[in-house]
């Protein structure tokens, strides 16, 4: 994906606003954060799309502007958190960018740098806050950073509380917890954009990350949630999941479009579809990435 940067960053946010289908606040408070991450699930996916297309993940903030704005796209969580912050720093909000590591299905933590989350703090003294639009299925609403009660939200009930390893101190970091499980530990110590690169490269080349054993597209809906994962669309509303295969390149390419907004003029390469192929024809060659300088 080549997109033409043609507008300067103040022009940007106000097209920002836009797509996500929000007014510019008339207080830097904390609703105003909490109508701004529940736009923002609800328009820009969460999708790891570009690695499938051999497209470079480029960690500056005009060039994912141009994406995620300009070219309608979604990003992984780097991509979508870093122009959050954007915006609210144009609007008035402070914000840091904090690295975490997700807490995998076989009880361990991820590489360092494996996730990026926002430390915001509203103009109206209300305190220090997590923002997250880019976690996939994760809270709606931000979660208090100071507060180690549970924080009640849409997608279940919430808690930040401090790591530790042992019974031993986890270095000041915080695990924030969902329905009692552990999602991801965070450090408290504000990175630069550029320190994510090595875990945006990782996560683009590793066979062991997620990203790139299949392409995935979700985002959160009014009633639920809508995902596009490979060639199977899951949707689900009110609790019900429902799945649907789709058959073709035309099918996929079309669903993108419709339920996500995302125009490709290519089905992203899906690992899955080369396992057992017994058609004789070769499986499909992943483009090469260097590592970041």
Request: net charge negative; aromatic share 6%.
């Amino acid at each position: 994906m080549e997109v033409e940067i043609i507008w300067g960053t103040m022009g940007a946010m106000d097209d920002y606003l836009r797509r996500i289908g929000a007014d510019r606040p008339a207080r830097v408070d904390i609703e105003a954060l909490r109508e701004l991450q529940l736009r923002h699930l609800r328009t820009v996916p969460f999708e790891n799309l570009s690695v499938h297309l051999g497209e470079e993940i480029v960690l500056e903030e005009r060039p994912l502007l141009a994406k995620i704005v300009q070219a309608r796209r979604g990003g992984i969580c780097y991509e979508v958190n870093a122009t959050f912050a954007a915006l609210l720093r144009d609007l008035g909000f402070t914000v840091r960018l904090l690295a975490g590591r997700v807490h995998t299905a076989d009880g361990r933590w991820g590489i360092p740098y494996d996730h990026m989350a926002l430390l915001v703090e509203p103009a109206d003294g209300s305190g220090r806050w997590v923002a997250d639009v880019g976690f996939g299925e994760h809270a709606h609403h931000p979660l208090a950073l100071d507060d180690r009660a549970e924080q009640s939200d849409p997608a279940g009930s919430f808690r930040i509380v401090e790591a530790s390893e042992g019974g031993a101190s986890g270095h000041g970091d915080l695990d924030v917890l969902r329905d009692g499980e552990p999602q991801y530990r965070l450090e408290t110590r504000p990175r630069e954009l550029a320190d994510f690169r090595s875990g945006a490269w990782w996560h683009s080349t590793s066979p062991v990350s997620n990203f790139t054993r299949s392409p995935v597209c979700t985002r959160l809906t009014a009633d639920g949630r809508i995902t596009l994962s490979g060639r199977t669309l899951v949707t689900t509303e009110h609790g019900e999941r429902h799945e649907e295969l789709l058959v073709d390149d035309g099918e996929i390419l079309a669903a993108y479009q419709e339920h996500f907004g995302v125009r490709l003029d290519r089905v992203p390469a899906d690992p899955r579809d080369d396992v057992g192929r017994t058609d004789g024809r070769p499986a499909r060659a992943r483009p090469e990435r260097r590592p970041p300088a």
